[in-house]
C-alpha cells in the first residue's frame, strides 16, 4: 500500500505541511517496498481556486490508497473519498512521525473535511 505525506521536503525528516491542497510537495511512500517518491505540487501553491481537487487527483494518479495531512477541505474530501483515498489528519511534526504513527495505527480515518474551503 501507498501513503501519501504532505510535505515541502524530500526526505521522511522534514515536516509535514498542515496543509493540503497547497502543499509544495507529496511524499508517496510504498509500505511494501519501504521506498518513497517525492511529487511536486507547485502547480497548486499560487492557484487561485481547485488546488485541493488538483491536489486530490494527483495524490490518487499517484496510486496512493491513504493521504497523512494536517487538515483537508471539502472538496478534496470528496475526490479522495471518491478515489477510494482513505484521509488522515495528524499534528506530527514530521513525515517520519507521522508515518510511525499511521503503522502503529494511532491515526485514525476522517469522516469528512476538517476545514473549510480556501483555508491556507
Not at 53 to 64: H, K, L, N, P
Not at 88 to 111: H, M, P, Q
Request: charged share 20%.
Amino acid at each position: 500500500m501507498k501513503i501519501a505525506f504532505t510535505t515541502s521536503g524530500e526526505t521522511l525528516d522534514v515536516a509535514l505541511d498542515s496543509r493540503f491542497g497547497r502543499a509544495p510537495k507529496f511524499l508517496v511512500y510504498d509500505l511494501d517496498a519501504d521506498t518513497f517518491e517525492v511529487i511536486d505540487n507547485e502547480e497548486n501553491l499560487n492557484a487561485a481556486q481547485g488546488a485541493g481537487i488538483q491536489a486530490a487527483e494527483t495524490v490518487a494518479r499517484s496510486g496512493a490508497g491513504a493521504l497523512v495531512t494536517g487538515h483537508c477541505g471539502p472538496k478534496a474530501f470528496r475526490v479522495l473519498s471518491a478515489a477510494g483515498v482513505k484521509v488522515y489528519n495528524t499534528d506530527a511534526i514530521t513525515v517520519a512521525a507521522a508515518l510511525d504513527a499511521f503503522r502503529a495505527g494511532t491515526l485514525k480515518s476522517a469522516e469528512s473535511a476538517d476545514v473549510e474551503g480556501h483555508w491556507v
